[in-house]
C-alpha cells in the first residue's frame, strides 16, 4: 500500500509537469512588450509606492501600493507622477492610449483634432480619482500642500505654434474642490516654501492684463504690475514674498526690458537699459535667468551684447551665404555654428543689490563659466576661464586649462587666483574653499578665500586619487568626492575603493575612514537621502553606503557611522547587483532593486537596516515563459600576458556536450557588469543579449587592455585568446563564430576582419576604417575637431598624424580590406554626429571593389545610431537574419539576397527568406 501510494505521488508529479508549458524563444515583438520600470516615487510618509511600469511600445501603467505590496490602484497610461507633500494624493497625467492615436492617425486625423492629455487627481486615502479633459501644464509644490496649479488647452483654438498660445490658469483647492480661474496666462511659478503662485495673464474683456501675486493662505490676489506688454522670467523668491520679471511695456517693434522687483509693496523698476552699470552697447537679456538669493537681499539677472541689426536695405539673396574659418580663432567654425543659436541666447550674470539699489555686472566675455557662491549671499563668487587656452583645446579635449577668479559681488572687479590649471574648480558649501582635482599632478586642492592661502591637500603618495585604471594617453581623471562635512570642517574624497576624510588646509593628515575597500577589492561610495543644496554632511551621522566588490562583481549596502573608528558594517549582501536606494523624506522606508543576468530588478520595500524584503512590483511575469540563459565570469591570458576576465552568456539549457554558435560582442571592459539584468531591448547599436541566448547562442563580452599607438592590435591580443581558450572548451562551434560592435565596438570587429579569418560573420557599426580621413574631420554633434580622440582619449594613437603616421595607416582597417575574408553587416546612417558617415561609405566601398559579401544599412532619420523604435526595431530583424544565415545556416533573407532597390523603397521590407 505505502509503495502504490508512492507511484500515485509521482504518477500526479509527472502529470504536474507535463502540464507546464515549454519555454519558447525570445522574439522581438515579445520584446516591444518589455516592461521597464521608468518611474518611482514615495510619498513624503512613507505609507505609499508609486511606480510606473512602460513597454517599448504600448501603454504604460501607472500603479500604487503600500510598502507591504498591497496594491491601492492601477491606472492605464499613466505619466509624471507626484506625491503631495502632505502624501494625500497623488498627481498625473494620463495620456491617450497608443492604439486610438494609431488607428486616428491611419485615418488622417489632423495632430489638433487627436486626443490630449488628462490631468488626474487621485485621493490615495479615498481611492478616488478626478479627471481633467485637455491638459497643458501642471505643477505641484514641493514643500506645501493643499493645491495645485494647472492649465488646459483650448480645443476650439486654432493657432498652430503652441508657445503662442495662452490658455487660462486654474488654481485647485485639494481639499475642497473649488477652483480659480485666471484668463490668458502666459507663464506661473510656485513658492517652494509657502502657499503663493504668481502668473503673468494678458487679460480679457474681465481681467486686466499684467503679473499677478496669489496668497492661497489668505486667499488674495495682488496685482504686481496691470499693464499690457511683454513680460518674461516671472520669478519668486522661495518664500512667496519677493517677486521679480522682466517687463516692456513700449510698443516698441524691438523690445527694450526693464527689470522689476516687488516684496510686498507697490511694484519699482530696480533697473534698465539706461543703468550705467550695464556695459555700453549691452542690454538686459531676455534670455537670463533671474534668481534670488538666499538671503533674498540680492536679485541676479542676465544682461548680453545687443545683437547688430540685418541690413534691411538688401535682398536676403543679396547678402552672402558665408563661413569664414580663421587659424586662430577660439573655437571651429564648425563648433560655432553648432552653438549659434545657444549663443545668440547667451547673457552674463549681473546683479542688484536690494538694499542699496545697486546693479553690478558680474561677469563679462572673458569667463567661461561662473558659479554662486553659497547661492549668491557670498561677497563673491566664483569664475573660470578657458579663452587664453581655447585654441588648443582643438587637439588636446579635457581637462580644458583654466584661470580661476573670485569676482567681487559689490564692485564686480575680478582676482585671478589661479592660472593654467588643467581642473575645472567647484566651491565647498559654506563658500570657505575653492577646491579642484589637478589632472598633472593627481593632486586634491584648495583655495581659503578669506586667507588667499592655497593648500595641496593630497598626493599620490598617501591616497592615489586618480583613475588606476586609466588606460588612454591622456591626463588620468578622479574619482570624485563624496561631499563636504558640516561648516566645511573636511572635504570627503575618493580613491579607487575607500573613502577619505581630508582636512582643506592641510594641517592634519588624512584618515581613511572606510579602512578595508582597498584590502576587500570594494569600491565604497556614499548614498544622500534628500540632501538640502548647500548643506554638508553631519559628523556624527550614520550613513548609507553601497559597495561594489571587484572580485565577485556583487553589490552590497553598509552602514557607516562617520564619527567611529570603525569599518562599515553589512546591512544587506547577496550576489546581486543593487540599484541606488531611495528613501522617504520623513520615514524609513527605502525601495531598492536587486538584479543579476536572470533576475528581473523589480522595486523591493525595505528599511534602513534592510532586515525584511518587500517586493513591491511585478513588472516582467512572462520571463517565465521564454528560454532564458545565465551569466558567468570567464578568464584566459591575452597574447601578452596578461590575465583577464570576460563575461559569457549560455541558453538556459545550454548542454556542455553540444556545440554552440557564438558571437562576440564588446567595447572596452564590461566584466564588472556581470549581474546586470541587461533589460530586453531592441537595441540601438548592440546584440540582445536574451534574444541570442534563447535561441541558441553563447555570448562572449571579453575585457580589453589597450597599450598606447595600437588600439587594433590590443584588440586582437585580447580577444583572440579568449576565443581559442572558449573553443577547448568543447562548446563552441569553431566554423560559425560571429562578432558585433558599435561605434568603437565596431571599428575594433572591423580591425579584427582584416587579421583573422576565425568569424563566419561580423556586423560593424558606426565603424572609423580609415584613421587618416578621420582625424581631420568633424564631430558633427558638436562641431569639434576629431584630431583629440585620436591623440588622447578613445582612440588611443597618442601622437598626431604628423609625429606617427604609420601608426595612423597600421590601425586603419581600410588599408588592409583585401585580406577580410569574412562577411560584413555595416551599419551607418548619414546624419551620424559623432563618427562621420563617410567612414561606413570608405568601408562599404572598399568591400565592394574588392567584391567581398557586405552590405550597409543607413537609417535616414537617424544620428550617431537608430533613434526611432521602429527603426531600431528593423535594424534588430536584419541584424537578427544575418547572424541566424551565416552562423546556423538559415535561409538568407530577400534584403540580403537581392537587396531593395530605392524604387521599392518604404514599401518592401525584403524580411521573407529565400529558400
Known amino acids: 500500500m505505502k509503495n502504490f501510494f508512492l507511484l500515485l505521488v509521482l504518477v500526479i508529479s509527472s502529470a504536474s509537469l507535463s502540464a507546464q508549458p515549454e519555454k519558447r524563444p525570445l522574439t522581438f515583438e515579445e520584446i516591444l512588450k518589455w516592461n521597464r520600470i521608468t518611474e518611482s516615487h514615495l510619498s513624503n510618509n512613507g505609507k505609499y509606492i508609486a511606480w510606473k511600469e512602460e513597454p517599448w511600445k504600448g501603454d504604460a501603467t501607472l500603479k500604487i501600493s503600500t510598502p507591504d505590496a498591497k496594491e491601492i490602484a492601477s491606472f492605464n497610461c499613466g505619466n509624471k507622477a507626484q506625491f503631495t507633500a502632505d502624501s494625500k494624493f497623488l498627481i498625473f497625467t494620463e495620456v491617450p492610449e497608443a492604439d486610438t492615436i494609431r488607428a486616428l492617425k491611419l485615418k488622417k486625423t489632423k495632430k489638433e483634432d487627436l486626443p490630449q492629455n488628462k490631468l488626474v487627481v487621485f485621493n490615495v486615502g479615498e481611492n478616488k480619482s478626478e479627471k481633467i479633459e485637455n491638459l497643458k501644464s501642471v505643477k505641484v509644490p514641493e514643500e506645501w500642500s493643499g493645491w495645485i496649479a494647472y492649465q488646459t488647452k483650448d480645443p476650439n483654438d486654432s493657432t498652430k505654434n503652441e508657445k503662442d498660445k495662452n490658455n487660462p490658469l486654474y488654481i485647485k483647492d485639494l481639499n475642497t474642490g473649488s477652483i480659480k480661474t485666471y484668463p490668458a496666462v502666459s507663464s506661473y511659478e510656485l513658492a517652494k516654501d509657502q502657499p503663493f503662485i504668481s502668473f503673468i495673464s494678458e487679460g480679457d474683456s474681465t481681467f486686466t492684463a499684467g503679473v499677478y501675486l496669489v496668497d492661497l493662505k489668505a486667499d488674495k490676489v495682488s496685482a504686481i504690475i496691470e499693464a499690457e506688454g511683454k513680460f518674461k522670467q516671472l520669478c519668486i523668491a522661495d518664500s512667496g514674498e519677493q517677486l521679480a520679471f522682466l517687463a516692456d511695456t513700449t510698443d516698441a517693434e524691438k523690445p527694450s526690458f526693464a527689470l522689476y522687483y516687488w516684496n510686498g509693496e507697490n511694484e519699482a523698476i530696480v533697473t534698465d537699459n539706461s543703468n550705467k552699470a550695464i556695459p555700453e552697447n549691452w542690454e538686459i537679456s531676455e534670455n537670463g535667468n533671474l534668481s534670488f538669493s538666499d538671503n533674498g537681499e540680492r536679485l541676479f539677472f542676465g544682461t548680453a551684447p545687443k545683437i547688430p541689426e540685418k541690413d534691411t536695405t538688401k535682398l536676403e539673396e543679396e547678402i552672402p551665404a558665408l563661413d569664414v574659418w580663421t587659424w586662430n580663432e577660439e573655437q571651429l567654425q564648425t563648433v560655432q555654428l553648432n552653438n549659434r543659436e545657444k549663443d545668440l541666447k547667451k547673457s552674463y550674470l549681473a546683479v542688484v543689490h536690494l538694499d542699496a539699489q545697486k546693479t553690478v555686472q558680474l561677469e563679462t566675455e572673458l569667463f567661461s563659466g561662473i558659479r554662486k557662491i553659497q547661492n549668491g549671499d557670498a561677497d563673491q563668487l566664483l569664475t573660470y576661464s578657458n579663452r587664453p587656452y581655447a585654441v588648443q583645446t582643438m587637439w588636446e579635449g579635457g581637462p580644458y586649462h583654466n584661470d580661476f577668479y573670485l569676482v567681487d559681488i559689490h564692485s564686480g572687479e575680478a582676482e585671478k587666483i589661479k592660472t593654467d590649471c588643467r581642473a575645472t574648480p567647484s566651491v ?160 524609513d522606508l527605502i525601495i531598492f532593486t536587486k538584479e543579476d543576468f536572470e533576475t528581473y530588478p523589480n522595486l523591493i520595500a525595505t528599511d ?308
Open 428 to 587: 565647498s558649501p559654506k563658500g570657505k574653499f575653492v577646491y579642484w582635482y589637478n589632472a598633472i599632478d593627481t593632486t586634491w586642492n584648495t583655495y581659503d578665500v578669506a586667507s588667499g592661502k592655497e593648500y595641496q591637500i593630497t598626493d599620490p603618495v598617501t591616497i592615489q586619487t586618480a583613475d588606476e585604471l586609466n588606460d588612454v594617453p591622456n591626463l588620468p581623471g578622479s574619482y570624485r568626492t563624496a561631499g563636504w562635512l558640516l561648516n566645511d570642517e573636511a572635504i570627503l574624497i575618493y580613491d579607487r575603493y575607500d573613502i577619505w576624510k581630508v582636512d582643506p588646509t592641510n594641517s592634519v593628515d588624512p584618515v581613511n575612514l572606510t579602512k578595508d575597500g582597498r584590502s576587500e577589492k570594494i569600491n565604497y561610495r556614499l548614498v544622500r537621502f534628500n540632501p538640502e543644496p548647500n548643506t554638508g554632511i553631519d559628523p556624527e551621522e550614520t550613513v548609507l553606503l553601497t559597495g561594489h566588490n571587484e572580485v565577485s562583481r556583487a553589490d552590497a549596502y553598509f552602514a557607516f557611522d562617520l564619527s567611529k573608528n570603525k569599518a562599515p558594517e553589512v546591512l544587506f549582501s547577496q550576489n546581486y547587483r543593487l540599484g541606488r536606494p531611495e528613501k522617504a523624506k520623513e520615514d
Open 608 to 915: 534602513l537596516r534592510f532586515k525584511k524584503e518587500v517586493q513591491i512590483s511585478d513588472a516582467a511575469p512572462q520571463q517565465n515563459e521564454f528560454k532564458w540563459g545565465t551569466a558567468e565570469l570567464v578568464t584566459w591570458r591575452s597574447l601578452d600576458g596578461l590575465v583577464l576576465e570576460g563575461t559569457l552568456h549560455k541558453p538556459e539549457d545550454f548542454d556542455p556536450g553540444k556545440k554552440y554558435p557564438m558571437i562576440v560582442n564588446f567595447y572596452e571592459k564590461s566584466s564588472q557588469n556581470l549581474l546586470s539584468y541587461r533589460m530586453p531591448e531592441n537595441h540601438r547599436s548592440t546584440i540582445d543579449y536574451h534574444y541570442y541566448t534563447s535561441h541558441g547562442y553563447i555570448i562572449f563580452n571579453p575585457d580589453v587592455y589597450y597599450k598606447e599607438g595600437y588600439p587594433g592590435e590590443s584588440a586582437f591580443n585580447c580577444v583572440m585568446p579568449g576565443i581559442t581558450a572558449l573553443i577547448d572548451k568543447g562548446f563552441v562551434d569553431e566554423e560559425h563564430i560571429g562578432a558585433q560592435g558599435h561605434s568603437w565596438g565596431g571599428y575594433q570587429v572591423a580591425y579584427l576582419a582584416t587579421r583573422t579569418n576565425m568569424f563566419a560573420a561580423i556586423e560593424s557599426g558606426a565603424p572609423v576604417v580609415n584613421m587618416f580621413s578621420a582625424y581631420g574631420g568633424i564631430r558633427w554633434g558638436s562641431g569639434l575637431n576629431r584630431s583629440f580622440q585620436y591623440e588622447h582619449t578613445q582612440s588611443r594613437i597618442g601622437k598626431s598624424i604628423w609625429e606617427a603616421p604609420l601608426r595612423y595607416l597600421e590601425n586603419s582597417p581600410l588599408f588592409t580590406l583585401d585580406k577580410i575574408n569574412t562577411p560584413i553587416l555595416i551599419m551607418h546612417n548619414y546624419d551620424d554626429g559623432a563618427v562621420p558617415w563617410y567612414q561606413g561609405i570608405e568601408f562599404f566601398i572598399g568591400l565592394r571593389r574588392l567584391q567581398k559579401p557586405s552590405w550597409m544599412l543607413n537609417y535616414n532619420e537617424a544620428d550617431h545610431w537608430p533613434t526611432k523604435l521602429r527603426d531600431m526595431h528593423d535594424f534588430q530583424i536584419r541584424m537578427a537574419h544575418f547572424f541566424d544565415h551565416y552562423l546556423k545556416g538559415a535561409p538568407m533573407p530577400k534584403w540580403m539576397n537581392e537587396g531593395i532597390p530605392a524604387t521599392n523603397k518604404g514599401v518592401d521590407m525584403g524580411y521573407e527568406l529565400v529558400e
